[in-house]
């Protein structure tokens, strides 16, 4: 199935119409950002939406499949194909997983900065807090906790700086521990003003920057002693260029400590008691996958992959944790915990600017 003639077609009919990108969105129910991403080829409908679509653009499903509008002739012939073409689709699904769980399959998409970028923020400045709670310090998320870890060190009259921020939780932790300067950065307005609203409530003053991790914001060079992340790395559409710019950010033998969605965990589901290896361990395509009825792209990256780019980037490895911790694992009993004894849910990395 060719998604940029689909996506072209989509974009032809809409015109021929008089729609707007935005109006075609509303009648839709969808954003302008989704139509936007489908005429450029980049992610199809989903299926909920395709009848009602077909029936606003005069065309078929048949049509919308094959990119053009079909003669008697050439109907039957294109049905066929592109049956074929979706169960080949639907046999090699990839799936998302999250805690464990499949929650939906997940699609490929081209690597689009733009795209993921607005993808994700649009995510997090809306529904993306409710996922928020367990990913901000003390917890590395998971079953991995700094109490148990002690990875972040004496903090007291340290300068830090925190990526993807979030609502600002994990810095108050920071605060708490005695650190002098508190800084932070993230993609998400709306996230920054959450955390700037909790922080002046707890009578904390921090510096928040909205500005993707890739880019180099208003931060100073060999400034500070600790960079540090809680599930907020993997979001980077370019590790190399964040790994250097932490490590541009940093003092010499400044620490940087993040965590992490375990690779191998977005491999592995449970099915009927057993588990089952879904997804390929060496697949790190982008991806685009739905969660709470939003759009979020991600790519699955190796661990290979984080330890290389650290060390290409500068940086000497101290720890790697994969571990959980056991009274955690202990006091639930969830599928997600019950998974956690099995194999890592999310990695530790400390590695410190040579
Ligand atoms: C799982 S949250 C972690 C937040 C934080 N640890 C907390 O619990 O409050 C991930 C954060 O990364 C941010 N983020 C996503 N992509 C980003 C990017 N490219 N650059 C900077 N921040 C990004 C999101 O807006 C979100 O606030």
């Not at 039957?76 to 169960?87: D, G, R, T």
């Not at 929650?103 to 607005?118: E, K, M, R, T």
């Not at 300067?181 to 920057?209: H, N, V, Y």
């Not at 964040?242 to 003092?251: D, M, N, Q, V």
Request: glycine share 8%; with cysteine; net charge neutral.
């Amino acid at each position: 199935m060719d998604q940029i003639k689909i996506g072209k077609f989509i974009s032809e009919l809409r015109k021929e119409r008089n729609m707007t990108q935005r109006e075609f969105a509303e009648v839709l129910g969808v954003s302008d950002k989704t139509i936007s991403k489908w005429e450029c080829g980049n992610g199809m409908p989903e299926v909920s939406i395709m009848p009602t679509l077909c029936s606003v653009l005069g065309i078929t499903l048949n049509e919308l499949f094959s990119g053009t509008r079909l003669s008697r002739d050439d109907y039957i012939l294109k049905a066929e194909e592109n049956i074929i073409s979706l169960v080949q689709q639907a046999e090699n699904v990839k799936n998302n997983i999250v805690g464990g769980q499949i929650i939906g399959s997940a699609s490929d998409v081209d690597y689009c900065v733009d795209n993921i970028h607005c993808a994700n923020t649009e995510f997090w400045d809306t529904i993306g807090s409710e996922f928020l709670g367990s990913t901000a310090l003390p917890s590395y998320g998971g079953f991995t906790t700094e109490d148990r870890l002690g990875l972040l060190g004496n903090l007291h009259n340290k300068r830090t700086l925190e990526i993807g921020c979030g609502n600002g939780r994990s810095i108050k932790y920071v605060h708490d521990k005695g650190a002098k300067e508190l800084w932070g950065i993230d993609i998400s307005p709306k996230q920054l003003k959450r955390s700037k609203i909790f922080l002046s409530s707890q009578g904390i003053k921090a510096k928040l920057i909205c500005v993707p991790m890739e880019k180099k914001g208003e931060i100073p060079n060999n400034y500070f002693d600790l960079v540090y992340s809680v599930f907020g790395i993997g979001w980077s559409t370019d590790l190399k260029k964040t790994f250097s710019l932490i490590h541009s950010y940093l003092k010499k033998d400044g620490k940087f400590v993040f965590s992490w969605s375990h690779p191998i965990h977005k491999c592995v589901y449970e099915q009927n008691g057993k588990y089952i290896f879904g997804n390929s361990y060496f697949d790190e395509k982008w991806y685009s996958a739905n969660m709470g009825g939003k759009e979020i792209m991600l790519s699955n990256r190796k661990l290979s992959t984080y330890i290389n780019t650290l060390s290409e980037s500068g940086f000497k490895i101290e720890k790697i944790i994969e571990d959980s911790d056991e009274n955690l694992l202990k006091s639930e009993n969830s599928e997600f915990s019950i998974k956690a004894r099995k194999m890592p849910v999310l990695f530790v990395i400390k590695a410190s600017k040579i």
